[in-house]
């Protein structure tokens, strides 16, 4: 009987012994398994090209145009009457209506879409020398955006698992709900160190380390003064959001942020479909746009605020983004729908109809009676992935002026 139980055994050596010379020689044609000192640049090119961070995705669009934010707020609209329940329940808080969460789950996103941070932070571990240099970068890049997006969902969520998370490697799973002030804090804290750090990470890469940056970093192509640039944008964004409650916190990172923010918008080409590839189908946000061209009205309030004198456009007296941002009607002018339900109920049931498509934009105006946000811009346009604009970065100098949070060279009103 031991006789046979060492032959088994032998022979489950043998056998054990086997496989792993097959797997080491021939690797399996189906799995990609890069050696571990070039997987950090491909999580982290993976963190950065997430749908619903930086590139928007079409199920969020597509649900918020149908009875979310968009609707509610007052951004869009579709022609609105009393055979829309939702519309007439706009307060009903209980059974959801406009403020269901399709599409805009960022609380889960966040987890399940930054793996790549923890997945970098374990790999680090077992990386030394020459190797640990050229790969420490892609950690720091990719907290940036755990960062960012964990200061997101504060935002949105308030108490979110910040410090513990991402250990499910280690088997932890449950991690307790921190306090949003201390998150922002630490937070606003990690961004510091990491635009410190990075130009210093950057100088102790290999070459051909650099070159591999560059190709993996869609964004800035490799470019750590434009990524520190960004840093600074994103505590100056954080430290105004709380600086109403925690001054003494904010204001150091605004005073040193300005010092150094970007000087151009900092968007970045989507690395997918273009535009025209996309409409009949494909899956970046556009789609949701696109299929939902119906719901995409523009409320009187907004085109009121940009056509200031007459129907028609005049460009001494208008808004210049108005033919931009809405496409006109089939008169060749500027109206926008309204939310009165009483006041718009008789116009559709009279006849005034509309083209609720937007693959013909000719069609849209010789029939629209009221302006659509534009096919033109928006659906027929390959829209970039959006970090910062300077725009954002003007409003929220203008704010620190107006609070006199710190010195600022220009006036709000300047800004």
Same mark, same amino acid.
């Given at each position: 009987?031991k006789?046979?139980?060492?032959?088994?055994?032998?022979?489950?050596l043998?056998?054990?012994?086997?496989?792993?010379?097959l797997?080491?020689?021939f690797?399996?044609? $189906?799995?990609?398994?890069?050696d571990?000192?070039?997987?950090?640049?491909?999580?982290?090119?993976?963190a950065?090209?997430?749908?619903?961070?930086?590139?928007?995705?079409?199920?969020?669009w597509?649900w918020?145009?149908e009875?979310?934010?968009?609707q509610?707020?007052?951004?869009?609209?579709?022609?609105?009457s009393?055979?829309y329940?939702?519309?007439e329940?706009?307060?009903?808080?209980?059974?959801g209506?406009?403020?269901?969460?399709?599409?805009?789950?960022?609380?889960?996103?966040?987890?399940?879409?930054?793996?790549?941070?923890?997945?970098?932070?374990?790999?680090?571990?077992?990386?030394?020398?020459?190797?640990?240099?050229?790969?420490?970068i892609?950690l720091s890049?990719?907290?940036?955006?755990?960062?960012?997006?964990?200061?997101?969902n504060?935002?949105?969520?308030?108490?979110?698992?910040?410090?513990?998370?991402?250990?499910?490697?280690?088997?932890?799973?449950?991690v307790?709900?921190?306090?949003?002030?201390?998150?922002?804090?630490?937070?606003?804290?990690?961004?510091?160190?990491?635009?410190?750090?990075?130009?210093?990470?950057?100088?102790?890469m290999?070459?051909?380390?650099k070159?591999?940056?560059?190709?993996?970093? +869609?964004?800035?192509?490799?470019?750590?003064?434009?990524?520190?640039?960004?840093?600074n944008?994103?505590?100056?964004?954080?430290?105004?959001?709380?600086?109403?409650?925690?001054?003494?916190?904010?204001?150091?990172?605004?005073?040193?942020?300005?010092?150094?923010?970007?000087?151009?918008?900092? !968007?970045w080409?989507?690395?997918?479909?273009?535009?025209?590839?996309?409409?009949?189908?494909?899956?970046?946000?556009?789609?949701?746009?696109?299929?939902?061209?119906?719901r995409?009205?523009?409320?009187?309030?907004?085109?009121?605020? $940009?056509?200031?004198?007459?129907?028609?456009y005049?460009?001494?007296?208008?808004?210049?983004?108005?033919?931009? +941002?809405?496409?006109?009607?089939?008169?060749?002018?500027?109206?926008?729908v309204?939310?009165?339900?009483?006041?718009?109920?008789?116009?559709?049931?009279?006849?005034?109809?509309?083209?609720?498509?937007?693959?013909?934009?000719?069609?849209?105006?010789q029939?629209?009676?009221?302006?659509?946000?534009?096919?033109?811009?928006? !659906?027929?346009?390959d829209?970039?992935?959006?970090?910062?604009?300077?725009?954002?970065?003007?409003?929220l100098?203008a704010?620190?002026?107006?609070?006199?949070?710190?010195?600022?060279?220009?006036?709000a009103?300047d800004?």
């Amino acid at each position: 009987m031991k006789k046979i139980l060492l032959l088994v055994l032998g022979g489950l050596l043998v056998f054990s012994s086997c496989q792993d010379t097959l797997e080491k020689e021939f690797k399996n044609p $189906m799995v990609y398994s890069p050696d571990i000192s070039n997987r950090a640049p491909g999580l982290f090119t993976n963190a950065l090209t997430q749908w619903k961070f930086y590139i928007k995705d079409y199920g969020e669009w597509w649900w918020q145009l149908e009875s979310g934010v968009f609707q509610y707020s007052g951004l869009a609209s579709r022609y609105i009457s009393y055979r829309y329940s939702w519309f007439e329940e706009y307060d009903d808080l209980i059974n959801g209506n406009g403020f269901q969460q399709e599409g805009l789950t960022w609380f889960n996103d966040y987890y399940t879409r930054m793996k790549s941070w923890g997945l970098i932070r374990d790999q680090l571990q077992e990386l030394s020398g020459a190797d640990y240099d050229d790969n420490v970068i892609y950690l720091s890049l990719t907290s940036i955006i755990k960062d960012w997006g964990a200061l997101r969902n504060v935002d949105l969520y308030n108490s979110i698992p910040y410090k513990g998370a991402f250990q499910g490697t280690q088997g932890v799973f449950f991690v307790p709900y921190d306090d949003p002030k201390e998150i922002y804090v630490m937070a606003l804290d990690d961004l510091k160190k990491i635009a410190a750090d990075l130009p210093g990470q950057y100088e102790k890469m290999s070459s051909g380390a650099k070159a591999l940056l560059a190709k993996q970093d +869609l964004a800035f192509k490799g470019d750590i003064g434009k990524w520190v640039q960004y840093v600074n944008a994103l505590r100056l964004r954080y430290a105004v959001n709380i600086s109403g409650v925690a001054p003494d916190v904010a204001k150091p990172h605004i005073t040193e942020a300005i010092a150094n923010l970007p000087q151009t918008d900092f !968007t970045w080409a989507i690395p997918f479909v273009t535009a025209a590839e996309d409409l009949p189908g494909g899956g970046t946000w556009q789609r949701g746009l696109y299929e939902s061209a119906f719901r995409s009205f523009i409320p009187t309030g907004i085109i009121n605020r $940009m056509n200031f004198h007459d129907l028609k456009y005049e460009p001494t007296i208008d808004d210049p983004r108005l033919p931009v +941002l809405a496409l006109p009607t089939k008169w060749n002018d500027y109206r926008g729908v309204t939310y009165n339900i009483d006041v718009q109920t008789p116009l559709y049931d009279s006849g005034e109809k509309y083209y609720p498509y937007c693959d013909n934009i000719v069609s849209s105006s010789q029939q629209n009676s009221r302006c659509m946000w534009s096919h033109v811009t928006y !659906t027929h346009n390959d829209m970039p992935a959006d970090m910062v604009t300077l725009g954002e970065i003007d409003l929220l100098l203008a704010e620190v002026a107006l609070k006199g949070l710190v010195s600022t060279p220009k006036t709000a009103g300047d800004y």
